[in-house]
């Protein structure tokens, strides 16, 4: 049925899902509670059914992008904490505050813009710059750090619920990020405990990313933010995850034929391929309007019956060929093609032949892929 209906599609397999949350949650400490990340359409997987599935099990803290990917979440978790980790366009306040949407404030000019619009005060966590050097309130010491904020405080419009930052290389082993990760951590506690002796006591605060989580997890943290580890790809591969994690997306398409080609044939664009010997190749029905990266030409494989067959020329948009000479089985137009996953190849891997991390992998599978839900 699948083989009719599609040409290439990605399995979710949400008890994987659920397996991996249940890993991070035994790994987090006990008062911290587990916030999903959620963005990017939950990391290509699908948010709807990935938030559905998160909310059975008792999540209740979610974090997204932007206020779309926000609302997206409302319409499955009516109730939920929903967090936005970046930029919203000040004019959306009255938004953010309707839909009970929970914002991060990056510095004091967005806070006075969001306050002009907001029309009731707007939930918000405040952002710290610690040492990521992407957004949030940066500066040299805590003392001088909680003084900028203090301002905030003075903000009819704004609810300041919490605090936060991001680590810059929480999944590295090297000695010098491990002390560099301390440090971020240092300073968010430092102006976190400077906050309540000024009788601001927030009633959260956070910093930790899947690595942090799983490899050196804070207790004073109320929640952790985890995502890539909730999808089963590893933060920093092939450094391994401390917990049992599986994927949860295996991405797959089909054969459309196969052929014999002799010494001296060319296979796709370019011809970058030029066969040396008699081969078996077989074109399957997958590219890189997929999602599949272009620069696996000549250096991925795919699985066909189980055995790993090497791409032969250029990834097309919409096609790329196999060289199934070493399988064993009888491959024919209509098998089966597992590009990753769930099996020998992960996402992690594949991302590791061309220069990327399996993020990008797991994001960038296009819209035309249907998602299948399997349980
Ligand atoms: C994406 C993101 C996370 C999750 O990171 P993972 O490495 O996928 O766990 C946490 N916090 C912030 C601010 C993020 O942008």
């Not at 810059?168 to 506690?189: G, K, N």
């Not at 399988?327 to 032949?353: K, R, Y």
């Not at 990327?356 to 296009?366: D, F, R």
Request: hydrophobic share 40%; proline share 5%.
């Amino acid at each position: 049925m699948k083989k009719i209906l599609h040409r290439a599609w990605a399995e979710i397999n949400l008890n994987a899902l659920a397996h991996n949350v249940e890993e991070v949650r035994k790994a987090l400490p006990e008062k911290t509670e587990y916030m999903a990340v959620v963005k990017a359409n939950a990391y290509g997987h699908g948010d709807e059914a990935v938030c559905r599935k998160l909310s059975e099990m008792g999540v209740n803290w979610f974090a997204v992008s932007n206020l779309e990917e926000a609302l997206s979440v409302r319409h499955v978790c009516h109730d939920a904490e929903i967090f936005i980790l970046g930029y919203t366009p000040p004019e959306c306040a009255p938004d953010i505050a309707k839909y009970n949407i929970i914002q991060g404030i990056v510095s004091l000019e967005y806070a006075k813009e969001l306050c002009q619009y907001a029309e009731s005060p707007v939930r918000c966590h405040i952002k710290l710059d610690t040492g990521m050097g992407r957004i949030g309130f940066r500066s040299r010491d805590a003392l001088t750090c909680t003084e900028e904020l203090l301002p905030l405080f003075d903000m009819k419009m704004l609810s300041i619920e919490g605090i936060y930052t991001h680590f810059a290389a929480a999944d590295s082993p090297e000695e010098e990020d491990v002390l560099y990760t301390r440090q971020q951590e240092e300073r968010i506690f430092e102006v976190y405990d400077r906050l309540s002796d000024m009788g601001h006591k927030l009633p959260h605060v956070h910093c930790m990313n899947s690595a942090a989580s799983v490899y050196k997890p804070n207790e004073r943290c109320t929640l952790a933010r985890v995502g890539i580890i909730m999808y089963g790809l590893s933060p920093n591969y092939p450094v391994p995850v401390p917990v049992d994690i599986k994927p949860v997306m295996t991405f797959k398409s089909v054969i459309s034929q196969v052929k014999t080609v002799y010494a001296g044939d060319c296979i796709s664009y370019g011809r970058t391929y030029t066969a040396s010997e008699e081969r078996r190749i077989a074109t399957v029905t997958v590219g890189y309007a997929d999602g599949y990266a272009r620069l696996l030409s000549g250096k991925g494989k795919a699985l066909v019956h189980g055995v790993p067959c090497p791409i032969v020329g250029r990834v097309c948009m919409d096609q790329m060929m196999l060289d199934v000479t070493d399988v064993p089985a009888d491959v024919q137009s209509g098998d089966e093609v597992t590009l990753f996953g769930d099996c020998d190849i992960t996402a992690d891997w594949l991302a590791s032949l061309y220069g990327t991390i399996g993020y990008e992998i797991i994001c960038g599978i296009s819209k035309r892929v249907p998602r299948i839900i399997a349980e």
